[in-house]
């Protein structure tokens, strides 16, 4: 196939998926316009400062990109090119656009608190509880799936490393050069 045309259906798909499913999504949890943000109702120039839109967008953005839409995709590959297309049109759409949609309104509508303050709220603190123990084991098997496939990119292709060690010697001389632009000054 063409990459063009699948280039084309990808894009016309996740643009469907945006416009109808998006204007569903908005109908189910009743999202108007009028209705006033926690950063504008609450703003203390601290916590809650109203964002222009394209800052919030690549916050959103960027949020999204956790274990699934990472390693799904490259799971998928081993079967081909059709899983991969399918987990990232149908992943994206009905999974991950859909699970960050519903949890940013539950915060906005909880006056921005977080999901666990919301849990805490309306289930209870043992509910909390259960969801923080959650939380917990499944960022150390996220952590732990990164770790393996990290190490087994690098045993299979050692010359990966690296530019991965470049990146970190570079981050890790911009480090030490915020923290001596932020050290106190010398005493007298």
Excluded: C, Q
Excluded at 62 to 90: D, E, H, N, Q, Y
Excluded at 122 to 137: P, V
């Amino acid at each position: 196939m063409n990459v063009a045309v699948l280039l084309i259906f990808a894009l016309v798909a996740l643009a469907a998926g945006y416009v109808f499913y998006g204007r569903y999504l908005s109908r189910r949890l009743g999202i108007a316009v009028e209705r006033a943000t926690p950063a504008h109702t609450m703003t203390d120039g601290v916590d809650y400062i109203p964002a222009k839109a394209p800052i919030l967008f690549g916050h959103h953005f960027a949020s999204i990109a956790g274990a699934a839409p990472i390693i799904g995709p490259v799971t998928a590959a081993l079967f081909g090119w059709v899983p991969v297309l399918l987990w990232v049109l149908i992943g994206s759409i009905f999974l991950g656009g859909a699970h960050d949609m519903s949890s940013l309104i539950a915060s906005v509508r909880h006056k921005g608190r977080s999901i666990g303050e919301i849990i805490d709220e309306n289930i209870g603190i043992s509910g909390k509880t259960l969801f923080l123990i959650f939380s917990l084991f499944t960022l150390i098997l996220v952590v732990a799936v990164f770790a393996s496939i990290v190490a087994k990119t690098f045993e299979n292709t050692p010359e990966a490393a690296t530019p991965t060690r470049s990146f970190l010697f570079l981050e890790l001389r911009v480090v030490l050069v915020r923290s001596r632009d932020t050290s106190p000054p010398a005493g007298p």
